[in-house]
């Protein structure tokens, strides 16, 4: 993780601030649903033949759905899962999504194996610039806590 020192706003402290990569948090809170819809709809729409990918895909696509609207953001629906469980959860979806054709056995299944590392390999890259962000976000503050410190 690259940092900058930032001023902290008292006379002789800093605090450490990451540099943002290719995919900012915003904007990886932003594409998720739209990476949730195309893991639910990759198996209708390319005709996955194995039942395990048709599964796994859905049941991708809907994790990926339900933790980003429940993880603590300015975007969410309901604030339950802390951002760094839902950095940690992405990474985990991207490794499954990679190692799932090998262990689950369609790796003979071209199209749902390409589907599965290259969205694998998206969801790490993006996880790990989003990864950056984590360290110096701050999310909305709670109902009872001051808009700000």
């Known amino acids: ?3 900058a020192r930032m001023p902290a706003g008292k006379l002789g402290q800093t605090r450490r601030m ?3 990569g290719p995919v900012p948090l915003a904007v990886h809170v932003m594409i998720e649903p739209v990476v949730a819809v195309v ?3 990759a198996p209708l729409v390319l005709g996955f ?7 796994l895909s859905i049941v991708i696509g ?9 993880t603590r953001w300015r975007l969410s629906l309901v604030e339950l899962v802390p951002l760094r469980m839902h950095f940690m959860g992405d990474v985990l979806l991207g490794v499954v999504s990679i190692v799932a054709p090998v262990a689950l056995g369609f790796g003979d ?3 749902a194996t390409i589907f599965f ?3 694998g390999v998206g969801e790490l890259g993006t996880a790990w610039e989003a990864g950056d962000d984590i360290a110096g976000a701050r999310p ?3 109902r009872h806590e001051p808009l700000s410190s």
């Open 1 to 3: 993780m690259t940092l």
């Open 18 to 20: 990451p540099k943002r």
């Open 39 to 41: 893991f639910i709809l």
């Open 49 to 55: 033949e194995s039942s395990e990918a048709r599964i």
């Open 62 to 70: 809907v994790v990926i759905l339900v933790v980003g609207m429940s």
């Open 109 to 111: 299944e071209t199209a």
């Open 117 to 119: 590392v290259v969205m």
């Open 140 to 142: 909305r503050p709670a």
